[in-house]
């Protein structure tokens, strides 16, 4: 266990070992039934949230550039996957291959998205990248609302409704066609094909692409570029290219989220990757820590189950998540606080001097 | 050409609304630096009031606005001590994510307080409109609406630049740590532009109300957000780009749903904001500020 002596690998298995472990216990706790029926049916979103804060923390956290509006690159990932996954059934295709093939689509789409956003994007910085993102974000919701697309045996028929008055009947499809997305009540009645196991499976491989590439030279020019640009620039590294690069990277593992999202609900409008789904997940990155996987998955993971949990408070359970919220980041940002706490702990010696 | 008068008057006046809240957004971020997304569920807040004084306690129009304009002073105030006061040392993001728990917060005590269904909310300006101006379908609350904004923006800009607290503003906006050094106290200042900004966003929810007059938890959330947009669009920080930019977006606005497609409206209004900023990074009227090394 030679290459554990590193403590950055260490803290990169340690993150391994907890989604496995998480992974087997409620595996073990979904076989016996274990479960509440409450939590049972968001296994799948949990699952998907959580590589949408690993990946929007690649953007947010290591390339320092504030997204809000991630939530359209898992809208893309979603409806191309599920378009895929319906044809592919419809074509009489295995469930789990239909379900690896169009994760694999939605997360191609979602990075060719990013990529043709990211031109524009990245020329910008600070707030002005975050209302971009936020307008592209608005944009791509409001475009897939007036998208309606169904299946027959000639392939794909697309209407796009501009004018709002297109429906189903547009597409000219043959009997026995399938209309996938309706247009503003976004696709219904679809078979869900998402499992736990593939949302598992996904976290993993988010993990594994993610960290690895925090690690590489790669990563430190990324790094490099958020700490001080300027610097970064006069040694050589490329900013454009290496942000870039983590938009990208990023932009796909959403379009793969949105793909395993997709896949479990039978009924998906667009207004469900809205505005606040993307700040949703931009809470779950800073609340975890900025550029800390780990703690995105805990956070993601937590704060879906906590609004759950909160069940009991019933009305009042948003206003208690909204309270919780702000007295968390006050209580770990708040100087006067942070002294506070820091009187109760002992102090080392080193540390004590340096305080002086 | 009736008819587009007719669009061009309700673009003007829902830019003026845009404009009054963007005023109020612009105002704080020149000086506190932050994205305050709590501004626009302010707005829902303004409206309740002003629709609790007028249904339920039967006050007249006036006072049902003066009244929210004074809980939302007194809430803007009070948001900014508690909430955002502690974390003035703190990094940007820290702060957004607060906000965003402050309009969580504001929506889902508005829910509690007033319930999810919407209220209608009865138009609080009511007066016959001068015929020349009633050919056009030209209705008293845009008139109303279009005024307001022009008084408040000149208002502000007299406030700003000539009396002692607005140029207390400038100072803190430009140098906060070389403006406490000149004896201006600059947590009261960033409390009196919070509480300028509040006061805006009471009247802008009337008007908006007024305007369009379903109101329930959410209706500030997508004006807050246009407003924004509005004030990047303009240059964010500044007085006379908020106005331009709002007044801009709600014209586009206007005749993209009426000449391309009302379901892609927003989208074309963000479009032209990603063009604007990719031309002018600094927005309409902002300041660009070259990078020192």
Known sequence: MNFLKNKQTRSDFITYGLVIVAFLVVFFMQANHMIPRMFAGQLVPITAYIVMAISLNLVVGVAGDLSLGHAGFMSIGAYTGIVTAVSMQAAGAPQTLALVVSIVVGAVFAAIAGFIIGIPVLRLRGDYLAIVTLAFGEIIKEVVTCLIVGVDAHGLHVVFNLRGNATVNDLHLMDNGIAIIKGAQGASGVSTYSTFVAGFVLIMIALVVVLNLVRSRTGRAIEAVRDNRIAAESVGISVTKYRMIAFVVSAALAGAAGALFGGNFSQLSATKFDFNTSILILVFVVLGGLGNMRGSVIAAAVLTILPEALREFSDYRMLVYAIVLILVMICTNSPQIQGFIARFKPKKKGEAEANV | ?293
């Open chain 2, 1 to 293: 050409m009736t008819v587009f008068i007719q669009y061009l008057v309700n673009g003007l006046s829902m830019g003026s609304v845009y404009a009054i809240i963007a005023l109020g957004y612009t105002m704080v971020y020149g000086i506190a630096k932050m994205l305050n997304f709590a501004h626009g569920d302010v707005i829902m807040v303004g409206a309740y009031v002003s629709f609790c004084a007028t249904s339920y306690l039967g006050l007249p129009g006036w006072l049902s606005v003066v009244l929210s304009v004074v809980v939302c002073t007194v809430l803007g105030v009070l948001v900014e001590g508690l909430a955002y006061r502690p974390l003035r040392a703190a990094g940007p993001l820290a702060v957004l994510i607060t906000a965003i728990g402050v309009s969580y917060f504001l929506q889902n005590a508005a829910q509690l307080l007033w319930g999810a269904t919407p209220k209608n909310f009865t138009s609080l300006v009511r007066f016959p409109v001068p015929p020349f101006l009633a050919q056009f379908n030209v209705s008293a609350v845009s008139l109303v609406t279009i005024l307001a904004c022009i008084l408040i923006m000149v208002v502000l800009m007299w406030f700003t630049s000539k009396s002692k607290m607005g140029k207390a503003m400038r100072a803190c906006s430009e140098d906060k740590a070389a403006a406490q050094l000149m004896g201006i106290n600059v947590n009261r200042t960033i409390s009196m532009t919070f509480a300028i900004g509040s006061a805006l966003a009471a009247i802008a929810g009337v008007l908006l109300c007024s305007y369009s007059p379903v109101l329930q938890p959410t209706t500030g959330a997508m004006p807050g957000i246009k407003a924004f947009t509005a004030a990047v669009f303009g240059g964010i920080g500044s007085i006379p780009g908020a106005f331009v930019g709002g007044v801009l977006l709600g014209i586009i606005e206007a005749m993209a749903q009426a000449y391309i497609s009302t379901s892609l409206a927003n989208s074309i209004v963000f479009a032209v904001l990603i063009v604007v900023l990719l031309v002018k990074p600094a927005g309409l009227l902002g300041k660009y500020v070259p990078e020192k090394v």
